[in-house]
Nanobody
Framework: QVQLVESGGGSVQAGGSLRLSCATS????????MGWFRQAPGKERDIVAS????????LYAPSVKGRFTISRDNAQNTVCLQMNSLEPENTAVYYC????????????WGLGTQVTVSS
């Protein structure tokens, strides 16, 4: 059974930092690209960052580029999202997701972790 469990969310003031982690089990982690998504109240879920299975390619939403960094540890089956210079607009539930290399759909999702940024 595939499980993705996010942690590290919380409340922070604007300009602060948080580091989200996603622990995975039940999948061959090294065969999956990983992504972080977020969903703000009343908005659709959108992608924040992604990383290929070998970490050779990382992609970011324009609004977070230069402030957020995605990384993974294939030995620990984890993926992280370092978020710096947080803004109130970054308030959302953040989800990690797994996509089998070669496929286009993220097939496994965590339950999410809340990030709240106050001004």
């Amino acid at each position: 059974q595939v499980q993705l469990v996010e942690s590290g969310g919380g409340s922070v003031q604007a300009g602060g930092s948080l580091r989200l982690s996603c622990a995975t089990s039940g999948l061959t982690f090294g065969s999956y690209a990983m992504g972080w998504f977020r969903q703000a109240p009343g908005k659709e879920r959108d992608i924040v960052a992604s990383i290929t299975a070998s970490s050779d390619i990382t992609l970011y939403a324009p609004s977070v580029k230069g402030r957020f960094t995605i990384s993974r540890d294939n030995a620990q089956n984890t993926v992280c999202l370092q978020m710096n210079s947080l803004e109130p607009e970054n308030t959302a539930v953040y989800y990690c997701a797994a996509r089998r290399t070669g496929l286009t759909t993220y097939s496994s999702w965590g339950l999410g972790t809340q990030v709240t940024v106050s001004s």
